[in-house]
């Protein structure tokens, strides 16, 4: 897959999200769909969306034994997504067994890619609340590592920190980016952030994009400016 435009789809009802995507007449842009619309909706949202012809990332962000979790990626594989992710902090035995999970009968798995240290998470909670003492730098590189080793198709991180990853992990080895603003917009809540155009720059494989297209007057032209930006 080449460099895409990833649109977070983090609305709360069938209903919000087909409202949303009724708006794109000419293109089907690639979806995230989060824990609050999967939760909300259950697996069928993702079937339709699907069927409607976009790619899916499905982002539930999988953490538990290796054996549910490998159980679990079964189950998601027969939901056809492109793309689907865990916690690279759940080790590599569970890394693995998701793998295997997720392999269908004829060989074939949606890409999988492993969370680091959330961006929500800052080096004093880290230190104080799950004990890890070394620099979050150094503490995000080392399971992105960890990930490729477990044979992991990439991780989501920082556009910032997507360069340093490629460089340790390898050029296939897939950074797929969120905190990505326009230049005259909103940050919103984000802290660390990158146009477009800079995280093509810097090597990101697909950039996510939530409210910058969700929230914009015009939902289609925000997302071609992404578009044109990132992927031409
Ligand atoms: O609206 P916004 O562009 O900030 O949306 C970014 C999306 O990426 C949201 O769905 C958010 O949950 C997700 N995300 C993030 N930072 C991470 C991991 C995921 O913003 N580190």
Request: aromatic share 6%; net charge negative; hydrophobic share 45%.
């Amino acid at each position: 897959m080449g460099k895409d435009v990833i649109v977070a789809c983090d609305f709360s009802s069938a209903e919000q999200v087909f409202s949303f995507l009724d708006k794109f007449t000419e293109e089907k842009p690639f979806v995230k769909i989060g824990m609050e619309l999967f939760y909300a909706e259950g697996p069928q949202i993702v079937r339709e969306i699907k069927a409607r012809g976009h790619k899916i990332f499905l982002d539930l962000k999988l953490h538990d034994i290796p054996n549910t979790v490998k159980k679990a990626m079964s189950v998601l594989s027969n939901l056809d997504v492109d793309i689907t992710n865990l916690h690279a902090a759940g080790t590599t035995a569970m890394m693995q067994a998701a793998l295997e999970g997720l392999t269908r009968p004829d060989g074939t798995r949606p890409l999988l890619i492993a969370v680091t240290q959330l961006t929500s998470t800052d080096q004093e909670a880290m230190e104080r609340d799950i004990m890890i003492h070394a620099p979050i730098d150094e503490v995000v590189m080392h399971y992105a590592a960890t990930a490729a080793n477990a044979g992991m198709d990439g991780i989501v991180c920082s556009p910032l920190e997507a360069g340093k990853v490629h460089e340790r992990c390898g050029r296939n080895f897939l950074t797929v980016t969120p905190g990505v603003r326009f230049a005259d917009g909103d940050v919103g809540d984000q802290k660390r952030v990158m146009t477009p155009a800079a995280a093509k720059e810097i090597g990101s494989d697909y950039i996510v994009v939530g409210r910058p297209i969700t929230g914009a007057a015009d939902p289609v032209a925000a997302y071609r400016r992404c578009v044109a930006e990132f992927c031409d």
